[in-house]
């Protein structure tokens, strides 16, 4: 597709259970980022991707948050043993260039988690 | 600490009624100010790019300005479909350029 692509759009976990969230970033683009959007909040950092290289974790809330981008291209953000305050939409973003001065960074739709 | 700060946090207009939503930041070496729309249950799309104070971009009823201390998005005649959140976000230089937003402006035109 043209966009960034998130999946699942929706997912509803009980506490303790291990979630994946899954991005496709748009074709060839090198930047990612992982952002969490709690409700009537901004996106908050999470981490950043140049390729394959996790150059930023520093938003990560917890040791359960873990993100991967192996092969360059999608990326999937885990999350283990979840937490009520994990409920937020998670948001994928992507830009065509490394990070620098006014990259513009095109967001996907979200995955909506709501832990039970 | 940096610090991006929006206002008002909900704006009620109506429709053809002209605003501005401002955007303040204390940032040490703006590198880039960028203005998102986000409409609900979507992801946020971008708007616009602001480098230096002074600059202003333009695209329909919608015009951003930037100081050097805050941004302003004008919004000219707005019709119900302009209704949306919108967020600001700003990158710093000296660090790792990622973009830090505000929490938002929630507007909404009414008929």
């Known amino acids: 597709g043209a966009g960034v692509s998130q999946s699942p759009r929706y997912k509803v976990a009980k506490r303790g259970q291990d979630v994946a969230l899954r991005c496709d970033p748009i074709s060839g683009h090198v930047s990612l980022f992982w952002y969490q959007q709690a409700l009537g909040q901004g996106p908050e950092f999470l981490t950043y991707f140049q390729n394959e290289a996790q150059l930023d974790k520093s938003g990560l809330p917890s040791d359960r948050f873990f993100a991967e981008r192996p092969e360059g291209s999608v990326s999937t953000l885990k999350i283990q043993r979840t937490q009520q305050e994990d409920s937020a939409v998670y948001l994928c973003?992507?830009?065509?260039?490394?990070?620098?001065?006014?990259?513009?960074?095109?967001f996907g739709e979200g995955s909506w988690l709501t832990v039970v | 600490e940096d610090q991006v700060t929006q206002s008002p946090e909900a704006l009620r207009l109506q429709e053809g009624e002209s605003s501005s939503l401002n955007c303040s930041y204390t940032?040490?070496?703006?590198?880039?100010l960028f203005w998102y729309r986000q409409d609900p249950g979507k992801g946020p799309e971008f708007l616009f790019t602001l480098y230096s104070a002074g600059e202003e971009k333009e695209k329909e009823r919608l015009k951003a300005t930037l100081t050097k201390k805050e941004s302003f998005l004008h919004i000219t005649a707005p019709k119900p479909e302009d209704s949306a959140t919108y967020l600001c976000a700003v990158q710093v230089s000296g660090g790792s350029y990622i973009p830090t937003f505000g929490r938002g402006t929630s507007l909404i035109v009414h008929p």
């Open positions: 940032v040490s070496g703006l590198r880039g």
């Open positions: 973003a992507s830009s065509l260039e490394l990070l620098s001065s006014g990259n513009t960074i095109y």
